[in-house]
């Protein structure tokens, strides 16, 4: 089946204790992109990579990294998580095939709580 | 830069009667548009997209979008609306000369009632 994975599902951590979130996607898809939904604010865009190696900031890049190494992977790393990272967290893939026209596919989300 | 408004929070409609969601954007070049829905506790789903072409995009479980240049909208319509249809709904902006941004809108709840 094609999908998004993301792991953890939830987490509750404290304040300054590094964390990875996983995405995982098995449909050969070039571009993934990372976002956070807060009420009232919507999805916005944390980072985005076109490609291997290939890495952009989105709307809201503070305090979050990603790498991309591999093409089904792409991890968002919390260096020292605060409190304000607290919020719904959703990976998606897409091809690059038709550039921005691309359908993008979403992951079930990583509800994260940063005490 | 990019930004994509929905004006309501929350929409009421009675079970049977049409349904518009709606949405403006701006963006510089030529805009690519999204309808995507969420239900409660997964992921977003695609529902429908314009690209270029037809001013009306029919989608998933019968909704259909307007493009309208001039007004730079992008309004989710459905005839008919279903219970089932209750979620919360995402419009959603590209740009083709920056095509990894993606810019979404705040969301409208939609409420559908029996």
């Known amino acids: 089946e094609a999908q998004v994975t993301q792991n953890p599902r939830y987490l509750i951590t404290v304040t300054g204790k590094k964390l990875t979130v996983t995405c995982s996607q098995n449909m050969n898809h070039e571009y993934m992109s990372w976002y956070r939904q807060d009420p009232g604010l919507g999805l916005r865009q944390i980072y985005y990579s076109m490609n291997v190696e290939v890495t952009d900031k989105g709307d809201v890049p503070e305090g979050y990294k990603v790498s991309r190494k591999e093409k089904r992977n792409f991890p968002l790393i919390l260096e020292s998580p605060s409190p304000n990272q607290t919020s719904l967290y959703f990976c998606a893939s897409s091809t690059t095939s038709g550039g921005a026209t691309d359908t993008q596919y979403f992951g079930p989300g990583t509800r994260l709580t940063v005490l | 830069a990019q930004s994509v408004a929905q004006p309501e929070d929350q929409v009421n409609v009675a079970e049977g009667n049409p349904l518009t969601v709606k949405c403006t954007y701006s963006v510089s070049g030529n805009p690519y548009l999204f309808w995507y829905v969420q239900y409660p506790n997964r992921g977003l789903q695609f529902l429908l997209k314009y690209i270029t072409g037809d001013n009306l995009v029919k989608g998933s479980y019968g909704f259909e979008a307007e493009f309208n240049k001039s007004q730079t909208s992008f309004h989710l319509k459905k005839p008919s609306a279903l219970v089932s249809d209750s979620a919360l709904y995402f419009c959603?902006?590209?740009?083709?000369?920056?095509?990894?941004?993606?810019?979404f809108g705040d969301g409208t709840t939609l409420t559908v009632k029996p």
């Open positions: 959603a902006v590209r740009d083709m000369r920056r095509a990894g941004k993606s810019t």
